[in-house]
T-cell receptor, first 113, second 111 residues
């Protein structure tokens, strides 16, 4: 089955800096890669996703890149703000009906002002 | 649109007791998931429903956990009897195939 590895487990940056979180996956059939943000006491919230027919996707300060050959994908947050502080999870799925998302272990991002 | 509703938000029980969690997904979402999230880890799939039917329950400890989704809408997850290692947040999510929109979860503490 699918296995998703996520690094780093913790990341501390200064406000305004960029943050990068990386994930690798094992199942070459995976073709859907979402990223979730989880704030304390809340459920994970989808912030951006990418499908395997696209190499990069951007939404304001957030971007995700995908390298299918290497089986890794990354989340990039630019101009970080204190409200970006949270736990971020990557996930992977092969997109077929009946296939659930497999999550990484999460990255705790701390943005200090 | 209304979000995924879960109850209760918190539950504390003693080991060997039973507990049940309830989930009401977003209207129209045929797929429903229950995930277990142990502190410091990512969500781990317990069971997936498509409408009324179970699609994947390979990770569900069936000797103590059970789940049902009547009429393809609400779902309940039950643990009987609970063990200390069941302490976790239980997340319900719904969506179309490969999407998952999460509720706030139920934090279970087994003492």
């Amino acid at each position: 089955g699918e296995n998703v590895e996520q690094h780093p487990s913790t990341l501390s940056v200064q406000e305004g800096d960029s943050a990068v979180i990386k994930c690798t996956y094992s199942d070459s059939a995976s073709n859907y890669f979402p990223w979730y943000k989880q704030e304390l006491g809340k459920g994970p919230q989808l912030i951006i996703d990418i499908r395997s027919n696209v190499g990069e996707k951007k939404d304001q300060r957030i971007a995700v890149t995908l390298n299918k050959t290497a089986k890794h994908f990354s989340l990039h947050i630019t101009e970080t703000q204190p409200e970006d502080s949270a736990v971020y999870f990557c996930a992977a799925s092969n997109g077929q009906a009946g296939t659930a998302l497999i999550f990484g272990k999460g990255t705790t991002l701390s943005v200090s002002s | 649109e209304a979000g995924v509703a879960q109850s209760p938000r918190y539950k504390i029980i003693e080991k060997r007791q039973s507990v049940a969690f309830w989930c009401n997904p977003i209207s129209g979402h045929a797929t429903l998931y229950w995930y277990q999230q142990i502190l410091g880890q990512g969500p781990k799939l317990l069971i997936q429903f498509q409408n009324n039917g179970v699609v994947d329950d390979s990770q569900l400890p069936k000797d103590r956990f059970s789940a049902e989704r009547l009429k393809g809408v609400d779902s309940t997850l039950k643990i009987q009897p609970a063990k200390l290692e069941d302490s976790a947040v239980y997340l319900c999510a719904g969506g179309q195939p490969r999407e998952a929109f999460f509720g706030q979860g139920t934090r279970l503490t087994v003492v």
